[in-house]
């Protein structure tokens, strides 16, 4: 079953609202968050891994009772450029809107500022997925053993 809604009389689907839609997360960089503690540098600065973690959540966020009925989204792809360093203590807050929406894709934009401006900007596109058929399938994957490396 496809869930994506077909277009209208004006060719938008239902999804095509969410344009514009924004969800922001703010957070306190932690020691977990750090370069050296998920093991991508030897810095003790907010890992370039744990603001994507914080980008994706602000994707989520913007999304919370705003999808289609069986539906949910997944990270597909990332464009992001981290500018500076965010010290251990530090308020990081991220924002990612919806700028546009081509068939099951969420295409985001997201910024990301700590108290001395911002630190990371870039793209984020996210997929419109069935949630029965995404666990099916991933239950089918996890069920055969897979190939040696």
Avoid at 36 to 47: A, K, Y
Avoid at 71 to 88: D, E, N, Q, R, Y
């Amino acid at each position: 079953m496809d869930t994506a809604s077909p277009p209208d009389d004006h060719g938008e689907t239902p999804l095509d609202a969410l344009v514009g839609v924004s969800g922001t997360v703010t957070e306190v960089v932690t020691d977990a968050m750090t370069a050296r503690s998920v093991g991508s540098g030897d810095v003790d600065m907010l890992s370039t891994p744990s603001l994507l973690a914080l980008i994706e959540q602000a994707a989520v966020a913007s999304l919370a009772d705003k999808l289609p009925g069986g539906t949910t989204t997944v990270g597909a792809s990332v464009k992001l450029a981290h500018l500076a360093p965010t010290p251990v203590g530090t308020v990081v807050k991220v924002t990612a809107s919806i700028e546009r929406v081509r068939a099951r894709r969420l295409h985001f934009i997201f910024t990301a500022f700590d108290g001395w401006g911002e630190v990371a900007g870039g793209h984020h596109v996210r997929a419109l997925v069935d949630r029965a058929r995404f666990d099916a399938g991933a239950a089918a994957r996890a069920a055969e053993p897979p190939e040696e490396l």
